[in-house]
């Protein structure tokens, strides 16, 4: 146990609304991220973050913005969902020097 | 597009035998390589994981095989048993940021 939070852990929302997701650690690491996970491509790097107000892009970033206002909180916003946001995201953190991630368990997220 | 190829997608294997998937990458630059093991609605799980200064890593029954000079590396389960029926990502990141690369997954199903 990583002692990662996501919530919410399903959401079903509706194509042009806000949504927000949560990632919350107890741990106190540096280093956390969002990944999406889709059929065929694995999990993809959406935004990640290597401490309070600093973040940097991933490969799939369009769409999403993040923000992380205190170390234990990494929050992904999708401003205006799409139904191509469909997916599953995860967060993570990455536990001391070692370059070792561990994930949460998951948020499902459904964009009719 | 992807950083990491895997393959196979699927391979199904009985029970006791030996399952092998195998991961390709381009950036010289990755110098940390995990695989990872995920369970229906739970979060991927790090299972095993090398650098490039060895050629090859055991855990129990789960066996990393690193080829530098070709750029792949193989995860090889031996004594196959149906706990292991999941799905498995390979993934590859560089020293600075731990940002992973993951291979588009392998579900493996390990038949009675």
């Known amino acids: 146990d990583a002692g990662i939070t996501q919530s919410p852990r399903h959401k079903v929302t509706e194509t042009g609304t806000p949504v927000t997701l949560r990632c919350h650690q107890t741990?106190?690491?540096?280093?956390m991220y969002w990944y999406r996970q889709d059929p065929g491509h694995g999990l993809r790097l959406i935004h990640y973050?290597?401490?309070?107000?600093?973040?940097d892009k991933g490969e799939v970033s369009d769409g999403y913005s993040v923000s992380r206002s205190k170390t234990e909180d990494f929050l992904l916003t999708l401003e205006s969902a799409t139904s191509s946001q469909t997916s599953v995201y995860f967060c993570?953190?990455?536990?001391?020097?070692?370059?070792?991630?561990?994930f949460g368990e998951g948020s499902r997220l459904t964009v009719l | 597009q992807q950083q990491v190829k895997q393959s196979p997608q699927s391979l199904i294997v009985q029970k006791g035998g030996i399952s092998i998937i195998n991961c390709a990458y381009e950036?010289?630059?990755?110098?940390?390589f995990p695989w990872y093991q995920q369970f229906p609605g739970k979060g991927p799980a790090l299972l095993i994981a090398?650098?490039?200064?060895?050629s090859e890593k055991k855990e129990g029954r789960f066996t990393i095989s690193f080829n530098k000079s070709a750029k792949q590396f193989s995860l090889h389960i031996m004594d196959s048993q149906p706990g292991d029926s999941a799905t498995y990502f390979c993934?590859?990141?560089?020293?600075?940021?731990?940002?992973?690369?993951f291979g588009a997954g392998t579900t493996v199903t390990v038949r009675a």
């Open positions: 950036n010289t630059a990755f110098d940390y």
């Open positions: 973050s290597y401490g309070v107000k600093d973040t």
């Open positions: 741990e106190n690491h540096r280093y």
């Open positions: 993934a590859a990141s560089g020293r600075s940021d731990y940002k992973l690369s």
């Open positions: 090398i650098r490039p200064d060895v």
């Open positions: 993570a953190i990455a536990r001391g020097d070692t370059g070792e991630l561990f």
